[in-house]
């Protein structure tokens, strides 16, 4: 250990703002300090195939999930006597009801809508509406959400770090920016892999803030201020699959090619056109330029060290509260890149992905985070060790089920490390 921890002074400190980490994320919510059920299940579609990131809420209980990229999904619950309904943005919502601890199998189904006139509109007055109809769509009372976090490092196949933590997030109303938004963290937990051929670490700086900071509807001025607006090509299609049957488009923005100093990420828009209310979003960084995509993702690294990006992209899903106005649910972002050492033949591939779920919003008697409990925008998890080392602290949470078990692969680092 002491080898990595020598060698981790080496990290990169990937993107400045938005910038990502992770491949297991999320918890979900604190039950009573009783015996829980744990219940697992699998979700797929139609065609048989998995259903990534679909949302898993427990109907009479205040507990949530999603499920990981297998479509599998672990929810613990106070009781049997429970239905769950699980949902996915271009599918019909399903009820089911949990059978004691017997494993869940859910399938969704896609939805098709045809759209109408709107679709001869122009895009970019799409959009436009749907930026002007905010203040009546979005949540306009400060908010506390209790959020599960997670950061993580894959070096090829293999997890080399994982950091999760337990946030509350408060957030002012959604026509106020983000300057009085804070994120505090409650705990935290986190494994690295101790192989001294481990020699590039990965953190984030602002990790458990990328939800603020990347709530582009909120925070206008990352990506949707007019002037960033007018450096995009507009194009719209309908949503085949829009979700619960809304009439859905989607408007793709993509940055102009001699524009793309000020534009390199670009995407699509999930509109829902009835309300003109933005609910999906996926963006992704334009790799034409490898340079200015370095400098979008890189803020230094380690001497000796040829970086070469291969991939950014960002996932942003808005839901709706009790009341029917939408927030920020869930955000996830992934980078992938490669780097070249001097003197090494072979170059080596990393994964960094961050997660962060809402499991509980809180909208009555809100107080905002105290600003010496927040954290700090240049400030990385990886670095508070004060936040680490309660593990009783996750008995109560559910957590969401990786696609290999945390503990498996660490055992596996610790007995190779001992040969």
Same mark, same amino acid.
């Given at each position: 250990?002491?080898?990595?921890?020598?060698?981790?002074?080496?990290?990169?400190?990937?993107?400045?703002?938005?910038?990502?980490?992770?491949?297991?994320?999320?918890?979900?919510?604190?039950?009573?300090?009783?015996?829980?059920?744990?219940?697992?299940?699998?979700?797929?579609?139609?065609?048989?195939?998995?259903?990534?990131?679909?949302?898993?809420?427990?109907?009479?209980?205040?507990?949530?999930?999603?499920?990981?990229?297998?479509?599998?999904?672990?929810?613990?619950?106070?009781?049997?006597?429970?239905?769950?309904?699980?949902?996915?943005?271009?599918?019909?919502?399903?009820?089911?009801?949990?059978?004691?601890?017997?494993?869940?199998?859910?399938?969704?189904?896609?939805?098709?809508?045809?759209?109408?006139?709107?679709?001869?509109?122009?895009?970019? /007055?799409? &959009?436009?509406? %749907?930026?002007?109809?905010?203040?009546? =769509? !979005?949540? @306009?009372? *400060?908010? +506390?959400?209790?959020?599960?976090?997670?950061?993580?490092?894959?070096?090829?196949?293999?997890?080399?770090?994982?950091?999760?933590?337990?946030?509350?997030?408060?957030?002012?109303?959604?026509?106020?920016?983000?300057?009085?938004?804070?994120?505090?963290?409650?705990?935290?937990?986190?494994?690295?892999?101790?192989?001294?051929?481990?020699?590039?670490?990965?953190?984030?700086?602002?990790?458990?803030?990328?939800?603020?900071?990347?709530?582009?509807?909120?925070?206008? /001025?990352? &990506?949707?201020? %007019?002037?960033?607006?007018?450096?995009? =090509? !507009?194009? @719209?299609? *309908?949503? +085949?699959?829009?979700?619960?049957?809304?009439?859905?488009?989607?408007?793709?923005?993509?940055?102009?090619?001699?524009?793309?100093?000020?534009?390199?990420?670009?995407?699509?828009?999930?509109?829902?056109?009835?309300?003109?209310?933005?609910?999906?979003?996926?963006?992704?960084?334009?790799?034409?330029?490898?340079?200015?995509?370095?400098?979008?993702?890189?803020?230094?690294?380690?001497?000796?060290?040829?970086?070469?990006?291969?991939?950014?992209?960002?996932?942003? /899903?808005?839901?709706?509260?009790?009341?029917?106005?939408?927030?920020? =649910? !869930?955000?996830?972002?992934?980078?992938?890149?490669?780097?070249?050492?001097?003197?090494?033949?072979?170059?080596?591939?990393?994964?960094?992905?961050?997660?962060?779920?809402?499991?509980?919003?809180?909208?009555?008697?809100?107080?905002?985070?105290?600003?010496?409990?927040?954290?700090?925008?240049?400030?990385?998890?990886?670095?508070?060790?004060?936040?680490?080392?309660?593990?009783?602290?996750?008995?109560?949470?559910?957590?969401?089920?990786?696609?290999?078990?945390?503990?498996?692969?660490?055992?596996?680092?610790?007995?190779?490390?001992?040969?």
């Amino acid at each position: 250990m002491g080898n990595f921890s020598h060698i981790i002074n080496l990290l990169l400190t990937l993107m400045k703002k938005l910038t990502s980490l992770l491949l297991l994320l999320l918890v979900v919510i604190v039950t009573n300090a009783q015996e829980l059920v744990s219940v697992r299940g699998h979700v797929i579609d139609e065609h048989g195939n998995k259903v990534t990131a679909a949302s898993v809420v427990a109907n009479n209980e205040r507990a949530a999930t999603v499920t990981n990229e297998d479509g599998d999904f672990l929810i613990k619950l106070a009781s049997a006597n429970e239905s769950l309904t699980i949902s996915h943005l271009g599918y019909t919502s399903e009820v089911v009801e949990v059978n004691g601890d017997k494993p869940l199998k859910v399938t969704l189904h896609s939805t098709t809508i045809m759209l109408n006139e709107l679709l001869v509109a122009d895009p970019k /007055d799409i &959009l436009s509406m %749907a930026l002007e109809n905010i203040p009546k =769509n !979005y949540n @306009m009372k *400060p908010m +506390l959400a209790k959020c599960f976090y997670r950061e993580t490092t894959r070096k090829g196949k293999r997890y080399i770090y994982v950091a999760e933590a337990v946030t509350d997030m408060y957030k002012s109303a959604y026509n106020r920016g983000i300057n009085m938004d804070r994120v505090a963290i409650q705990k935290a937990r986190r494994l690295i892999s101790t192989r001294v051929t481990d020699t590039l670490g990965a953190k984030i700086q602002g990790g458990p803030l990328v939800p603020i900071i990347l709530d582009i509807v909120k925070n206008r /001025d990352y &990506l949707l201020n %007019a002037e960033m607006l007018n450096h995009y =090509n !507009y194009s @719209m299609q *309908p949503s +085949l699959t829009p979700t619960n049957g809304r009439n859905e488009v989607i408007v793709t923005i993509t940055p102009r090619p001699d524009e793309s100093t000020k534009a390199l990420l670009g995407g699509d828009f999930y509109i829902d056109v009835n309300t003109f209310t933005i609910r999906h979003i996926d963006l992704k960084l334009d790799m034409s330029d490898r340079h200015k995509a370095s400098e979008f993702m890189l803020e230094k690294k380690p001497a000796g060290v040829k970086f070469k990006p291969k991939e950014l992209t960002i996932q942003i /899903d808005y839901n709706p509260d009790k009341d029917g106005l939408y927030y920020l =649910n !869930y955000i996830r972002t992934d980078v992938s890149f490669n780097c070249d050492w001097k003197k090494k033949f072979f170059s080596s591939s990393y994964n960094v992905t961050s997660e962060m779920v809402v499991t509980d919003l809180k909208k009555d008697d809100v107080k905002p985070v105290k600003g010496r409990d927040s954290f700090r925008e240049h400030e990385s998890l990886f670095d508070h060790h004060e936040y680490f080392g309660d593990p009783t602290f996750w008995k109560q949470y559910n957590i969401i089920e990786p696609s290999e078990r945390l503990e498996k692969g660490i055992k596996r680092f610790l007995k190779k490390d001992k040969k």
